[in-house]
């Protein structure tokens, strides 16, 4: 190679990828390239089909009570895009790039092209799906292909115009409150639709000429087309601190999930919130041992408000998905939803309860016991599954999907739950020795298998009687409800016993 003339002296970027890929690996050969095309065409098969069911039943007019709570979801996708592509950085490199290129004197836009190439990908891709979303959500009356290509349009401009956004916020703090801002303005429109207030205008927006949604889509591409400029310009002025911190972050997901290591993933999350973070001290409250000990986990939560008001919105996505028709108007799928989220709810305050599962000989310098540091760590578990429990199924019952009374089997539920959410927050990392069970859709490894069902197990067996009630759609029943409540607190107590007695 020979030296360039611009970038001050350094050498061109695609020279010095090409000298590092003719020093690397062999090139892909014909069969990599085979193998590569028939994975291509064969999940393109997989897809196909329910894209092509869906587009089949785009014809026609929606429900109007429905339209509002999908529009709902599909804001609310969107809001979660948004602040996923802050939280990730959004630009990253790899390893290698990172420790050899990034502090070069090469021009940073060029290092950054094949990352920008990437996002530009996933913003497309994301930005279909979300318009094959609105498109379902709004119906087509008339004009099936010009109002599907119209949500397609605004649903490509909106992922692509949040992405930039993302850029720009990591390239310039000052525009980090422009994310924030529209984050928050895509929720507060998602309860404006979940509502109903914005029936009419989705009413029109279903029903508007070709001409309108035309003009839509346009100003859409616009808007989007000068943000994607923007963020292209400012590609050469990201710090290289926050390439270097989205870069490790990057390396850290892709270390855990190749590992099959989820549980890895939180520490990550965890860790990297409190590292930048400078703490007030505060006197410890004067309380017996095991409450002191559990008070952490109280204050830890006091002190990420925006993630304990995510929990608690998170409520009422049961009662939109029914409301949306996404989940089957049944007892069935609306209880094992509130289930499920419920556990979700219990695991946010548990951080207590890992930190000594994963180096008891620092739980047991406190001078506190097993069983009574986990029994008075229970408390904060079993109060978040309450609440969010009670918040959906109330949430359920006011869309008619369950009975009036429902919401009693939150607080019910919450002691299983709550033992569930302790299991799975002493759990240790996937054990990839155990063996691959051969069946015929497939090898399933068992240790992953085994790490998922450890705390839903105990979960499971904690609210058998609120499972009898609802196949048995005795929803209302107050024995077993006074069943499932007596059911969750033998649960809760047997486990905190023989984790006291484990060595």
């Known amino acids: ?15 010095v990828r090409a000298f590092i890929a003719s020093r690397g690996r062999a090139p892909a050969s014909l069969l990599d390239r085979y193998v590569a095309g028939f994975g291509l065409v064969m999940g393109a098969a ?32 969107c809001a979660g895009y948004l602040a996923l592509a802050r939280a990730a950085g959004p630009v990253s490199v790899s390893g290698g790039d990172a420790s050899w290129l990034l502090l070069s004197p090469l021009d940073r836009r060029g290092v950054l092209a094949r990352p920008a190439r990437l996002l530009l990908a996933v913003a497309v891709a994301a930005g279909l799906l979300l318009g094959l979303g609105l498109a379902a959500v709004l119906g087509a009356p008339d004009h099936l292909v010009w109002r599907l290509l119209a949500a ?4 490509v401009s909106a992922t692509l115009g949040g992405m930039a956004l993302a850029v720009l916020a990591q390239a310039s703090a000052s525009w980090q409150s422009w994310v924030t801002a529209g984050v928050a303005v895509l929720v507060v429109l998602a309860l404006v639709a979940a509502s109903g207030q914005a029936r ?3 009413s029109a927006a279903a029903h508007a000429p070709p ?39 990057a390396g850290h997901v892709a270390t855990a999930a190749v590992r099959l290591d989820p549980g890895a993933l939180t520490w990550i999350a965890e860790d990297n919130h409190w590292r930048a973070r400078r703490l007030r001290s505060r006197r410890w409250p004067s309380l017996p041992g095991p409450l002191a000990l559990a008070w952490q986990d109280w204050l830890r939560l006091a002190r990420r408000p925006g993630r304990l008001a995510l929990v608690a919105g998170a409520a009422a996505l049961p009662a939109v ?20 989220g419920a556990l979700a709810a219990a695991s ?10 994963d180096n008891p000989s620092l739980a047991r310098l406190t001078g506190v016991g097993r069983g009574p540091a986990l029994a008075a760590r229970a408390l904060l578990p079993a109060l978040l599954a309450a609440a969010w429990a009670a918040a959906a199924f109330a949430g359920l019952a006011l869309t008619g999907t369950l009975p009036a009374t429902s919401w009693l089997w939150g607080p019910a539920v919450a002691p299983a739950l709550a033992a569930g959410a302790l299991r799975m927050a002493r759990r240790g990392p996937v054990d990839h020795s155990m063996p691959i069970i051969d069946t015929p859709g497939g090898a399933i490894p068992t240790g992953p298998l085994f790490w998922a069902l450890t705390g839903l197990d105990v979960a499971l067996i904690g609210c058998l009687p609120a499972v009898a009630a609802l196949l048995g759609g005795r929803m209302g029943d107050g024995s077993l409800m006074a069943a499932q409540a007596l059911a969750g607190v033998a649960v809760l107590a047997a486990y905190v016993l023989r984790a006291r007695r484990a060595r």
Do not use: F, N, W, Y
């Open 46 to 77: 997989v897809v196909g089909r329910p894209i092509a069911s869906l587009l089949g039943g785009l014809a026609g007019a929606t429900d109007p009570s429905r339209a509002g709570a999908g529009t709902a979801l599909v804001l609310l996708a």
């Open 321 to 340: 998905l029914a409301q949306a028709g996404a989940v089957s108007a049944t007892a069935a799928l609306g209880m094992v939803g509130v289930l499920a």
């Open 348 to 357: 946010s305050g548990t951080a207590g309860a890992r930190r000594d599962g």
């Open 200 to 202: 009419p205008a989705l």
């Open 1 to 15: 190679m020979r030296p360039a003339e611009a970038d001050g002296g350094a050498r061109p970027v695609k020279e």
């Open 211 to 249: 001409a309108v949604l035309g003009a839509a889509a346009g100003a859409a591409a616009l808007a989007c087309g000068l943000l994607v400029r923007r963020a292209l310009a400012a590609l050469g002025r990201i710090p290289a601190r926050a390439l270097l911190a989205a870069s490790t972050r």
């Open 152 to 155: 397609l349009v605004v649903g």
